[in-house]
């Protein structure tokens, strides 16, 4: 009986796939050998093979850098690759150089100037007072990702965004109240961050929540194009930048005097920041405020006690001084919250020439500015014409030098007469002490 060989059992078809790919990786070498070759990079050109460049995605990156992640940042679509340079041929093996080029987030991006707000584009950061550090070598200078972050960088309408306008000033409080960075580059304000939290502004940002509304870094010192104190046309320091928020009052500004010659550029005049500070901006209703009634006096001395700048412009050199005697002068400086001082008469920031005929201090004007609510009401017009600002010394005065001089005189006598009772006692108690056994 002839012996039946039995058929083996049909290979299973995944166990089929299975070879199939083994079969093409192993010929796999081919193709990119055969190209190796034509290249010249092959064993054939007797040259070592290189390493490949690192891959254009972010697995390899991340690899090791697990926490550097873009998800949820605004550069969420981009790679690794786009912002630090490692380029084939540089750094072609991985793990890369320690020491990498300095991300320049304007080389191929953020590039395009803004014809609108100059400053908002970081085009200008090149120009500002931290990208000319930056050119001289400074280390420690504010660069794109210490304002906005590194990886995890929002966009400015998001809350969490270390440029959104609540945080803002604590974003930059970091070098700027960094006594060594303040020392090293002679910053004149020591603690910005902390003045502005007591400020108007401040308080309105932070205890408010109107960080839309009130003004923060950005808003008087630029975004980008951030200038140096030295800068004559400096932003924190011009009227303009602070009429964006205060568009009335910079129109009556811009038409008084030092309006007029702020606006030309003259460097003598008070700019808004001279008679209400920089980060310490307060409402006129707190006493500590340099605006404030009792303080206004000391304020405006800052330019009307300098006689140099007096003599220019041909403004007497003893309005201040005079004033501190006058009747008002006196009242004020005993705490008297009532009477008038230098912008109850001259106005705020409408103040203008007495011969112009729209300023208060005006002779037509006077009995209207003297006879206001608040002060004298019905005043006649012949003692609203009386000199405020009369000097006591000389005799041009008239009634009122009169007045003082019988005034020291009297006493000028009653002193004399105090010193010749006190020596008379003193005689009289030595002589009687003499008399005793």
């Known amino acids: 009986m002839p012996i039946r060989r039995l058929r083996p059992a049909p290979e299973p078809y995944s166990t089929?796939?299975?070879?199939?790919?083994?079969?093409?990786?192993?010929?796999?070498?081919?193709?990119?050998?055969?190209?190796?070759?034509?290249?010249?990079?092959?064993?054939?050109?007797?040259?070592?093979?290189?390493?490949?460049?690192?891959?254009?995605?972010?697995?390899?990156?991340?690899?090791?850098?697990?926490?550097?992640?873009?998800?949820?940042?605004?550069?969420?679509?981009?790679?690794?690759?786009?912002?630090?340079?490692?380029?084939?041929?540089?750094?072609?093996?991985?793990?890369?150089?320690?020491?990498?080029?300095?991300?320049?987030?304007?080389?191929?991006?953020?590039?395009?100037?803004?014809?609108?707000?100059?400053?908002?584009?970081?085009?200008?950061?090149?120009?500002?007072?931290?990208?000319?550090?930056?050119?001289?070598?400074?280390?420690?200078?504010?660069?794109?990702?210490?304002?906005?972050?590194?990886?995890?960088?929002?966009?400015?309408?998001?809350?969490?965004?270390?440029?959104?306008?609540?945080?803002?000033?604590?974003?930059c409080s970091r070098c700027h109240e960094n006594m060594n960075v303040i020392v090293k580059y002679n910053i004149h304000a020591e603690s910005p961050y902390q003045e502005y939290l007591k400020s108007v502004h401040g308080r309105a940002v932070f205890e408010k929540g109107l960080a839309e509304f009130a003004a923060v870094c950005t808003d008087c010192h630029g975004v980008h194009n951030i200038q140096g104190v030295g800068e004559v046309h400096k932003q924190a320091r011009d009227p303009e930048t602070c009429g964006r928020c205060h568009p009335i009052i910079f129109a009556e500004y811009k038409d008084s005097i030092h309006g007029r010659q702020a606006l030309k550029g003259n460097i003598d005049v008070p700019l808004c920041v001279d008679c209400h500070g920089e980060h310490t901006v307060a409402s006129p209703k707190e006493t500590a405020a340099p605006t404030s009634k009792s303080h206004v006096p000391d304020t405006c001395s800052g330019c009307h006690a300098r006689p140099e700048i007096m003599k220019k412009y041909g403004v007497p050199e003893d309005r201040i001084r005079t004033f501190i005697a006058s009747f008002h002068g006196i009242a004020i400086g005993l705490g008297d919250k009532a009477e008038a001082n230098c912008t109850d008469c001259h106005g705020v920031h409408n103040i203008r020439p007495a011969i112009d005929p729209q300023s208060m201090v005006h002779a037509a004007n006077l009995p209207k500015t003297c006879g206001q609510s608040n002060c004298h009401p019905g005043m006649p017009e012949k003692i609203a014409q009386a000199k405020i600002h009369r000097p006591t010394g000389i005799k041009s005065s008239g009634t009122t030098y009169l007045i003082t001089q019988i005034l020291l005189g009297a006493l000028a006598i009653v002193l004399a007469l105090t010193l010749i009772r006190f020596v008379f006692e003193l005689t009289q108690r030595k002589r009687r002490r003499a008399k005793r056994p």
């Not at 400053?119 to 280390?139: C, I």
């Open 16 to 171: 089929m796939l299975q070879r199939v790919f083994r079969t093409i990786r192993a010929l796999a070498w081919i193709p990119a050998l055969a190209v190796a070759v034509l290249l010249g990079a092959g064993p054939a050109s007797g040259q070592a093979a290189k390493t490949a460049p690192p891959p254009a995605g972010n697995g390899a990156c991340l690899g090791c850098h697990k926490a550097n992640t873009l998800e949820g940042s605004v550069h969420a679509a981009m790679t690794c690759l786009g912002c630090h340079k490692i380029l084939p041929g540089e750094t072609p093996d991985l793990p890369h150089a320690k020491a990498l080029p300095l991300v320049d987030c304007t080389a191929a991006c953020h590039r395009e100037p803004n014809a609108k707000q100059p400053g908002l584009s970081p085009a200008a950061y090149a120009d500002s007072v931290h990208g000319q550090g930056v050119k001289r070598g400074e280390l420690d200078v504010a660069r794109c990702w210490d304002c906005h972050g590194r990886h995890n960088i929002k966009p400015v309408a998001d809350p969490a965004s270390a440029v959104s306008r609540k945080n803002i000033p604590l974003v």
